[in-house]
C-alpha cells in the first residue's frame, strides 16, 4: 500500500477484555515498531521487528502485551485482559532497512479506549 | 530522568517570530538525531535529520552539540501553520537503534 495501514481506528473495549490491534507496514521495509502514546506524552516504545524477528520489546510494558510479525510483514500487537491504564493510542511505524538512521513512517495509529 | 527531555511548552508567539526549541539526551553512545513533527490528532511526521555539522531546511536549522548532549530545532518567520508538536528523537544503540521519543514541544503560532 501507499503508507502504513494500522486497524481498527478506534477500539472500545471493557476491562478485562482481550484486544489486537493490527499494522500493515509499507511493502518491502524490513523494520517495525510500536509505540504507545499517552495523551499529552511523546510515544513510548513497545517493540520493535527487523523482518519476522522480534529483535527488542523491552517496552512492553507488562506480560499481558504481546506482538508478533510471523511473515516479516502484518504485524499484530495483542492486549490481554485490558485494563484503564493500557488507554492511549497505539502507534505502527515502520523502516525500509536497520541501519537506525532512517525515516520512519508512521500509521494513523488506533485509539484505545478502556472502560 | 528521561532518556530524551524537552520542555513541552507551549511557545505562543506571533506570526513571523523566530522561536527555539532545545532537546537533551542522556546516552551518549546515541547515533542518529530528528526532528518529528505531529499536528494534533495525527501521527508523527519527519521534519528533518539533524547533522554533527548543522543543517537547514528553508526556514528550520537543526544543530547537534556532542559534548553537551543536546539538539536544537531553530524557526525563522513563524506561520500559523507550524502550529504542531515538535518531537526531538535520538536512536540509542543498544542491540538495536531503537528511536526513542521526547515528550515533545508545543508551538503555537498566532496572527
Known amino acids: 500500500g501507499a503508507g502504513v495501514s494500522q486497524s481498527p481506528r478506534y477500539k472500545v473495549a471493557k476491562r478485562g477484555q482481550d484486544v489486537a490491534l493490527r499494522c500493515d507496514p509499507i511493502s518491502g521495509h524490513v523494520s517495525l515498531f510500536w509505540y504507545q502514546q499517552a495523551l499529552g506524552q511523546g510515544p513510548e516504545f513497545l517493540t520493535y521487528f527487523q523482518n519476522e524477528a522480534q529483535l527488542d520489546k523491552s517496552g512492553l510494558p507488562s506480560d499481558r502485551f504481546f506482538a508478533e510479525r510471523p511473515e516479516g510483514s502484518v504485524s499484530t500487537l495483542k492486549i490481554q485482559r485490558t485494563q484503564q491504564e493500557d488507554s492511549a493510542v497505539y502507534l505502527c511505524a515502520s523502516s525500509l532497512g536497520g541501519q537506525g538512521n532512517e525515516k520512519l513512517f508512521f500509521g494513523s495509529g488506533t485509539q484505545l479506549s478502556v472502560l | 530522568r528521561k532518556e530524551v527531555e524537552q520542555d513541552p511548552g507551549p511557545f505562543n508567539v506571533p506570526e513571523g517570530a523566530t522561536v527555539a526549541f532545545n532537546c537533551t539526551y542522556s546516552?551518549?553512545?546515541?547515533?542518529?538525531f530528528f526532528w518529528y513533527r505531529q499536528d494534533c490528532r495525527k501521527e508523527p511526521k519527519l521534519l528533518m535529520s539533524?547533522?554533527?555539522s548543522g543543517n537547514e531546511d528553508g526556514r528550520f536549522t537543526a544543530q547537534l552539540n556532542r559534548a553537551s548532549q543536546y539538539i536544537s530545532l531553530l524557526i525563522r518567520d513563524s506561520k500559523l501553520s507550524d502550529s504542531a508538536t515538535y518531537l526531538c528523537?535520538?536512536?540509542?544503540?543498544?542491540?538495536?537503534?531503537?528511536?526513542?521519543f521526547g515528550r515533545g514541544t508545543s508551538l503555537i503560532v498566532h496572527p
Open positions: 539533524v547533522y554533527s
Open positions: 528523537v535520538v536512536n540509542k544503540r543498544g542491540g538495536s537503534y531503537i528511536p526513542t
Open positions: 546516552n551518549s553512545a546515541s547515533q542518529s
